[in-house]
């Protein structure tokens, strides 16, 4: 019952408030109200015009590929089917295995090639095969360059055995071997049968009797007389691989047969503990 009268005196009293003095009580000031409501406006108009800018830049929006310049802007190529391509060339004469390879939907598998019609195809080499192949390739360049030191250590033995001034020249004389094709035992030779192997020159290191006038003044090293005299062999004998492929050059005296006896002594060296 206290609660129903205080209700009541509530609302008595509300009623005897004037209509100004009730809505001052019942609503919030009218500055607040018109800011409010022009808060909500300014939004509503905000999103309105954003709508509207966002749809005129969708439908401006260019096509693909218009921001490029002429020169760079790529062509589109149409795409033809190979029935369509047929169609359209209908002059063209293509053979008949083209025309079927163009016309056909089925991939083409590529195989490998034989050695022709009826022969067996080729194997691929297996993993083990190619490393045979590899040790191979590797035992024959050591057994070169084997034999290429045993050459050198050779003929810078038999130079010193003739208290020669070429001691150590034997690299030379199988780097100008290896240009020319001429054995270096031939140079080394007609050294011996010239010069003593270049103890007796007539011109600085010009042991092998050169007496063209170009070598008449001699060489400045024996690095430039090898070399010459391989030149000088080359020039008029071509290839020559003995004293008998040299005809008119040092003859006389058993000089022929002196040259054949050093490229005999020279090979039979035993030269097995060089590695």
């Known amino acids: 019952m206290s609660r129903l009268k205080q209700m009541k005196d509530i609302l008595r009293k509300k009623s005897k408030l004037s209509k100004g003095e009730r809505g001052a009580v019942n609503s919030e000031?009218?500055?607040?109200a018109?800011?409010?409501?022009?808060?909500?406006?300014?939004?509503?108009?905000?999103?309105?015009?954003?709508?509207?800018?966002?749809?005129?830049?969708?439908?401006?929006r260019p096509p693909e590929g218009a921001h490029m310049t002429p020169s760079t802007r790529v062509p589109q190529i149409p795409t033809l089917s190979p029935e369509r391509l047929l169609r359209s060339l209908p002059k063209a004469k293509l053979p008949t295995a083209t025309a079927e390879k163009l016309t056909s939907k089925e991939p083409q598998v590529k195989t490998p090639k034989s050695g022709g019609a009826g022969e067996p195809m080729e194997a691929i080499p297996t993993m083990a095969e190619l490393q045979a192949r590899k040790l191979s390739w590797v035992?024959?360049?050591?057994?070169?360059?084997r034999e290429r030191r045993q050459w050198v250590w050779r003929i810078d033995v038999w130079l010193d055995m003739r208290n020669s001034p070429m001691v150590g020249c034997g690299e030379y004389y199988i780097q100008n071997q290896e240009r020319t094709g001429i054995p270096a035992t031939l140079s080394v030779g007609i050294a011996e049968a010239e010069s003593s192997s270049g103890k007796r020159c007539f011109a600085p290191h010009n042991a092998w009797g050169m007496i063209h006038l170009r070598y008449r003044g001699g060489f400045s090293s024996w690095e430039e007389g090898i070399r010459a005299n391989f030149d000088w062999l080359q020039h008029y004998y071509g290839c020559p691989q003995s004293m008998n492929d040299c005809p008119g050059y040092c003859e006389g005296n058993g000089t022929m047969a002196t040259v054949n006896a050093v490229m005999r002594e020279i090979a039979s060296i035993d030269a097995s503990k060089v590695r």
């Not at 000031?29 to 607040?32: A, C, F, K, N, T």
């Not at 018109?34 to 966002?54: D, E």
């Open 34 to 60: 018109v800011s409010r409501r022009l808060t909500i406006f300014t939004a509503i108009a905000f999103i309105a015009i954003a709508g509207f800018l966002l749809a005129d830049i969708l439908h401006a």
């Open 139 to 145: 035992a024959q360049k050591y057994c070169e360059e």
């Open 29 to 32: 000031p009218p500055l607040r």
